[in-house]
């Protein structure tokens, strides 16, 4: 480990001026080495440099060229969580789109696309969600994560004729007790801004579209 961390640390000495944390995190996947505190840092400076060097385009060009960077990062490093930290990708890239007005689906798409599971990001979202981080009442979108979650809910609904009939009723069970558990959440709210009108909508629209399962 100290000669990894030592070759490592020529090569950041070598590239740091230039930033290269893509090419740091490709060396440090290749040596097998497992720094996760490491493999974060690069991330983030990763999705600075990215948002960096747009920031003269326009915000849709600016969110197509992180998307591309991702589904191309993500198909070379999701089979490890250790090099492709999740749940730490999609808080950071959430706030990204929260800051940005990119919009609640954003990341959600991203992350299908490369393609990460529905179970996974499932999970991933519901963790986070729990978390009930400061960060998102700070951007004023307390129920961002929880539209965010209704969205990736509607989307693997409407992919369910893939599952097999045999797993797909207790599938469906499991989804539709986790929507009214976060319906019964939302309307305990206090909060009554437009985020919680917004998830609350769209997971009753999920309630009355299983109806036809």
């Known amino acids: ?3 990894i961390n030592a070759e490592y640390g020529g090569i950041n000495a070598e590239y740091g001026k230039f930033e290269l944390a893509e090419c740091q995190l490709a060396i440090v996947h290749c040596a097998g080495h497992h720094d996760p505190m490491l493999v974060q840092k690069l991330w983030r400076e990763l999705l600075n440099q990215e948002l960096t060097s747009g920031a ?5 060009s600016m969110m197509n060229n992180l998307r591309s960077k991702i589904e191309t990062l993500g198909r070379t490093y999701q089979s490890s969580e250790k090099f492709f930290p999740l749940q730490f990708l999609v808080q950071q890239l959430e706030v990204i789109a929260c800051k940005g007005g990119w919009g609640e689906g954003w990341v959600v798409e991203t992350l299908l696309s490369i393609p990460v599971s ?3 990001l499932h999970s991933t979202y519901s963790s986070l969600i729990q978390l009930k981080l400061p960060c998102w009442n700070q951007l004023g979108q307390p129920y961002h994560l929880h539209i965010a979650m209704s969205l990736l809910l509607s ?5 369910l004729n893939s599952v097999p009939l045999a ?4 599938l469906l069970a499991s989804i539709q007790d986790i929507i009214d ?5 939302l ?6 801004g437009a985020d919680v009108t917004s998830a609350l909508s769209r997971f009753k629209a999920l309630q009355a579209g299983f109806n036809k399962y």
């Open 181 to 185: 558990a976060y319906v019964v959440d």
């Open 167 to 170: 797993e797909r009723k207790p």
């Open 187 to 192: 309307q305990a709210s206090t909060n009554v």
């Open 155 to 159: 989307s693997y609904v409407q992919h």
């Open 1 to 3: 480990s100290s000669g």
């Open 56 to 60: 003269h385009l326009p915000m849709v």
């Open 118 to 120: 529905y179970p996974a």
